[in-house]
């Protein structure tokens, strides 16, 4: 008997019941969609954080106070200082950026929590302090109006630039430009806007609102600096520059720095990342098995059901082969139909929650996926088959 | 065969179903294997049908022994040479009658347009070339065994066993089904017929008895019955008068 025929007999078993056909794939598409809409969110959020990493550029210097386990694995942590180490303040940048050379910029960061009122209309947003320099290493795009500027650092000036999401919020059909906010009860000046960035894992990068850092300091009354950003003149220079600014802060902090360059950064949260989706997928997997699992069951069923059926298709000449072929490929088609289905579901919900978390549906997901649900067919279901083609004709002719 | 002993194991108890038989089919014979329940009539079909291995003794057809041979071998000889008719029929559910005579041409690897050919032929030769689609649920029980027969017949095997064909259906469905088994015969084809009703194994022309996993008697039969006239005695000349006079549900058992 040729291939052709066992698929004909496996179709019509698997019509032959089709509210129990649908429900044993239903496990197979569940996990299936699982997989395939797990790791494109983590496809996906990793190659929006890393391109949002790369596009800082590769010349740039993290400093943290504290010390961070660059190492990968380990126990250090990410996406922020660690929790021990003394913060900077304004004069730290101060005196890295008289005693570096090579350095084009060098920007004190901190950040805190705002809301924002126009009238009746108001949100919360991140407030981002920087200098003047930091519009020399914030990705943001100014899409109107101009970044605040020395003497307004100097003065604590309240003037802000505001992110895409705040300008659609307040200013949906107005040019913001020139009009006054109140940001925690002050009156703020707005000078600028900026283009829509997209979203990331640390947030909503459009809800942020750019102001001088003296400002922001005066306004939450905390005068510590949580980050210096470090920009080399030139991307070669980048070690040497790293060097000096540890021996720089030496005096001051010892060993209880950290100074990570965009690269490092980048290797960090590729690794976190990489766990996270493998993690994703494992807990995706585990549905699949479960499914096959069902695949199985289901099967084993089927095959004391039909107990008789291989009897009488044994006396009149079916082979060994003959029956496990016809039930392993039963089983599979229960499977790939699953997989299938399930991929379709998977990369639809990818598609369909795009807006609100990044997703990449990968060809080789999609592969896995597909091969992996027939092998659980073939895995799950050569057991229930061999046990199938093993039966006695006799013993399964007596059968009632 | 010779010498053919069958012992199963039920639950660590011995059960000798078969005590040292010895016995010939001959080519183009019609035998019946007559005795009570539970003499070892079915066990013994089983082994001259390559479905069951003795546990000690000798099977050999055409010369050939067949006791070492593997379970697919064995397979293939059945397919090939042997057509089974069973009390319960044995078709399976759920698929046209045409499918279910088409089984045994499936795994002999008789492909499409060839397969469908012989099916309807044989379903003919049954007088139920107008059912071929017609499920064993939507036939009466003469027409389901006739199914069977046209199943068994299908292969052109060398011989056809029959375990209590007419056990499941009335009088009527039950001298058609003889009916055809001579015809067989009648073209050459050996017939074996396991039944415990007398009347049935007169219509062979050698009855072998069983009691108790023994022959007890082998004899000629001297006055073997036509079914063909008792058809005509009964007031039916053809199957397909049967059909007419008492429809499709009225046969049935
Ligand atoms: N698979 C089996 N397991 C155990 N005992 C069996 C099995 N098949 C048949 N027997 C026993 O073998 C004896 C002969 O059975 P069988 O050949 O079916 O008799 P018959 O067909 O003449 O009624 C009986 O006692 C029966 O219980
Ligand atoms: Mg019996």
């Known amino acids: 008997m040729n291939f052709a025929e066992s698929f004909r007999i496996a179709v019509r078993a698997v019509f032959a019941n089709k509210v129990r056909s649908a429900l044993t794939m239903l496990g197979v598409i569940i996990g299936v969609a699982a997989v395939i809409l797990l790791v494109a969110i983590g496809t996906g959020v990793q190659g929006e954080i890393t391109g949002t990493i790369e596009g800082l550029g590769s010349n740039l210097l993290f400093v943290f106070p504290g010390q961070i386990n660059t190492g990968g694995g380990g126990g250090g942590g990410f996406g922020g200082p660690p929790s021990a180490g003394k913060p900077f303040s304004l004069a730290d940048a101060k005196l890295l ?170 290797g960090i949260l590729s690794t976190v990342l990489d766990t996270l989706t493998y993690m994703l997928a494992g807990i995706a997997g585990i549905s699949l098995l479960v499914g096959g699992i069902g695949i199985m069951n289901i099967m084993l069923v089927s095959v004391s059901e039909r107990t008789r059926e291989i009897g009488i298709r044994k006396a009149v000449g079916a082979r060994t082969y003959d029956i496990l072929s016809q039930f392993v490929i039963e089983a599979m088609m229960l499977s790939l139909t699953g997989g299938i289905i399930g991929i379709l579901i998977g990369a639809g919900g990818a598609w369909a929650i795009q807006s609100v978390v990044p997703t ?18 073939v895995f799950f279901g050569v057991y229930p088959a061999w046990k199938a083609s093993q039966l006695d004709p006799i013993v399964a002719l007596r059968y009632e | 065969m010779h010498d053919v002993t069958k012992v199963y194991q039920l639950e660590g108890i011995e059960v000798r179903a078969l005590c040292g038989v010895s016995m010939d089919i001959h080519e183009g014979e019609m035998v019946s294997i007559m005795g009570p329940s539970g003499s070892g009539k079915s066990t013994l079909m089983h082994i001259v049908g390559l479905l069951d291995r003795p546990s000690a003794g000798v099977v050999s057809i055409e010369g050939e022994v067949v006791g070492d041979l593997s379970p697919n071998q064995l397979a293939a000889l059945r397919n090939e040479h042997i057509g089974f008719v069973f009390q319960s029929f044995n078709l399976l559910a759920r698929t046209g009658a045409q499918a279910n005579v088409e089984l045994p041409l499936v795994y002999g690897g008789v492909s499409g347009a060839e397969r469908s050919r012989r099916a309807r032929e044989a379903l003919e030769r049954v007088e139920l070339g107008d059912r071929l689609n017609h499920t064993p649920g939507q036939l009466s029980g003469g027409q389901q065994q006739r199914v069977a027969i046209a199943r068994a017949l299908v292969t052109s095997p060398s011989i056809v066993l029959a375990d209590e064909p007419t056990g499941n259906l009335d009088s009527r469905s039950g001298v058609e089904v003889m009916g055809i088994l001579q015809d067989l015969n009648a073209q050459g084809i050996t017939v074996v017929i396991v039944t415990h009703d007398a009347n049935v194994a007169r219509h062979s022309q050698r009855i072998v008895e069983l009691r108790d996993g023994v022959i007890v008697r082998d004899e000629t039969v001297a006055d073997r019955l036509d079914a063909h006239d008792e058809m005509s005695q009964l007031g039916m000349n053809t199957a397909a008068d049967v059909e007419a006079v008492l429809g499709t549900a009225g046969d049935a058992s």
Do not use: C
């Open chain 1, 360 to 377: 990449t549906v990968t060809p080789w997901a999609v592969a896995i996926a597909f091969f992996f649900s027939a092998g659980v067919g």
């Open chain 1, 97 to 266: 950026q008289a005693r570096l050379n090579g350095a084009s910029a060098v920007v004190p960061v901190a950040s805190g929590a705002g809301v924002l009122r126009l009238g009746n209309k108001s949100g919360r947003s991140t407030l981002m302090g920087a200098t003047d320099q930091g519009a020399q290493v914030f990705s943001a795009t100014l899409g109107g109006g101009r970044h605040y500027n020395r003497s307004e650092v100097d003065a604590s000036a309240r003037v802000l630039a505001i992110g895409y999401t705040i300008k659609a919020s307040l200013f949906p059909n107005s040019d913001p430009v020139g009009q006054y906010i109140t940001v925690n009860g002050q009156r703020f000046k707005v000078i600028g806007w900026y283009e829509k960035q997209g979203g990331s894992l640390s947030g909503d990068q459009d809800n942020q609102a750019y102001l001088p850092i003296t400002t922001l300091q005066t306004l939450t009354g905390n005068n510590d600096v949580r980050i210096i950003m470090i920009k080399a003149a030139d991307a070669t220079n980048i070690d040497l520059v790293r060097a000096q600014a540890k021996r720089i802060l030496e005096p001051k902090f010892a060993d209880n720095i950290t100074v990570m360059s965009q690269d490092q950064t980048l």
